[in-house]
């Protein structure tokens, strides 16, 4: 804000018009102030003068004269002359003009009964009169002014500091800094300023929203390349190995005549990349999909999952437990929770050890249900476990492609607990991998 700013013609504006009041109020009643000094002098000669006048009552001129002269001895700074009723001036105290008695200038008539009347002179009454007005009206006009101007400065930081405030901070909201908001002023200005905090709040929250969204967009454009190029890669392999023992079928190379067992591969290969593909529109699909929640009874829904992969686990020798109480009922997508279900038990079946143990249980937190699968007694790096939900992401990749896994199934757990909104996680534990997953409860 340079000199000229708004508080220059704030406080300019307002000192100019409390002086053209001021100016317009004292020419208005100068006139009405004059006839009151005027008159109060008048009401002042008559008190000085009223024992002379009660004096005069009823005398002769010889008599009148004599009381005028007594009285003139003891109030001599007074000046008066006395007149007959024909008009005569019987009396003159000194130093007053004959002419100017005559005349009558500055003078004030008491009649004394129907013999005399008393003129009071007052040489300097208009004098005194215009000289104490302007005297007393410029000592006003000055002390109205100095109080005024003072007024309009005070009046003009009041207007102008929070507004030189409002535009600071605007100036650093430009710069999106952060700007505290100052005290709350209970007028517009205060709800100026609240409403401007209040929509760089909103905007830098809306700024905020979008860089997140940025981020995330980015961050799934990164996920589906990767996605994309680790697909392209996972389904390259079988297919040009299906390919060689189709040619080499076709040319009936060397063993390659044996016609039903290399079909019998081709199939098997075939299959594993329907598998795959399926997944794959699977984990697509899942961006589309709203969920329903409704009411579930935990132990129920993990009861419908296991019979799935029970005769996988038996075949390992594995021990299922099951340790959920039947009154827990949370809130959940049905469909989406079975397929989380059954991919983290799938998962759990083939990394646990022959002859091991898997346990599934809940417990309440908070106002939620834990629901936890602990494969016991297996051990996987640290840097491994956030690797586990990649696509494809196998630790022994030989061996999984044989047991036809497709390295997708915790990629689908992630991608479909992201979509119900649940929070999940899985660590390494003293007792073995653990997989829990958090559900609102009813």
């Not at 007028?187 to 609240?194: F, K, S, T, V, Y």
């Not at 050890?353 to 640290?382: C, F, H, M, W």
Request: aromatic share 8%; charged share 20%; proline share 3%.
């Amino acid at each position: 804000m340079n000199s000229r700013g708004i508080f220059f013609k704030v406080f300019s504006y307002t000192a100019i018009f409390l002086l053209a009041i001021i100016s317009v109020t004292v020419i208005l009643f100068s006139r009405q102030f004059l006839s009151f000094y005027n008159a109060t002098q008048t009401q002042q000669l008559y008190t000085s003068y009223q024992a002379l006048h009660e004096r005069l009552v009823g005398r002769s001129n010889e008599e009148a004269i004599q009381v005028a002269r007594e009285f003139f001895v003891y109030n001599q700074s007074f000046s008066f002359y006395i007149r007959d009723v024909e008009g005569r001036v019987v009396f003159i105290t000194p130093g007053i003009d004959a002419g100017v008695a005559r005349a009558g200038e500055h003078r004030i008539r008491m009649t004394v009964g129907s013999d005399h009347t008393l003129f009071a002179i007052n040489h300097g009454l208009s004098q005194i009169n215009y000289s104490g007005l302007i005297q007393r009206s410029l000592l006003a006009l000055g002390a109205m002014l100095g109080v005024g101007i003072a007024g309009a400065f005070i009046f003009a930081q009041q207007m102008t500091n929070p507004i030189k405030r409002l535009a600071e901070d605007t100036k650093k909201m430009t710069n999106l800094q952060d700007v505290p908001l100052q005290k709350m002023r209970k007028d517009e200005i205060g709800n100026l300023a609240h409403d401007v905090h209040s929509m760089y709040g909103k905007l830098k929250e809306t700024i905020s929203k979008l860089e997140d969204e940025i981020l995330r967009v980015r961050e799934m454009e990164e996920a589906q390349r990767y996605f994309f190029s680790a697909a392209s890669h996972e389904l390259k392999t079988p297919i040009a190995a299906a390919s060689i023992l189709l040619e080499g079928m076709a040319e009936n190379i060397g063993d390659y005549k044996d016609h039903p067992k290399y079909l019998r591969e081709c199939i098997k290969l075939m299959d594993a990349q329907s598998k795959i593909i399926s997944e794959m529109f699977e984990i697509v699909s899942l961006e589309k999909i709203i969920p329903g929640p409704k009411a579930i009874n935990i132990y129920q829904t993990v009861m419908l999952v296991l019979p799935n992969h029970q005769t996988l686990a038996e075949a390992r020798k594995q021990r299922i437990n099951v340790d959920i109480p039947a009154e827990q009922i949370c809130i959940a997508d049905e469909e989406m929770l079975k397929k989380v279900l059954s991919n983290v038990v799938l998962n759990a079946i083939q990394n646990t050890p022959s002859g091991g143990e898997i346990q599934i249980y809940s417990e309440a937190v908070a106002d939620q249900y834990r629901i936890s699968v602990l494969n016991k007694g297996v051990t996987i790096e640290k840097g491994l476990l956030s690797k586990l939900f990649d696509p494809f992401y196998r630790m022994d990749k030989a061996r999984n492609r044989k047991n036809g896994r497709t390295g997708l199934g915790l990629t689908i757990v992630q991608k479909t607990l992201g979509v119900m909104g649940v929070d999940f996680a899985l660590e390494q534990t003293a007792d073995g991998v653990l997989f829990w997953m958090d559900l609102p409860s009813t």
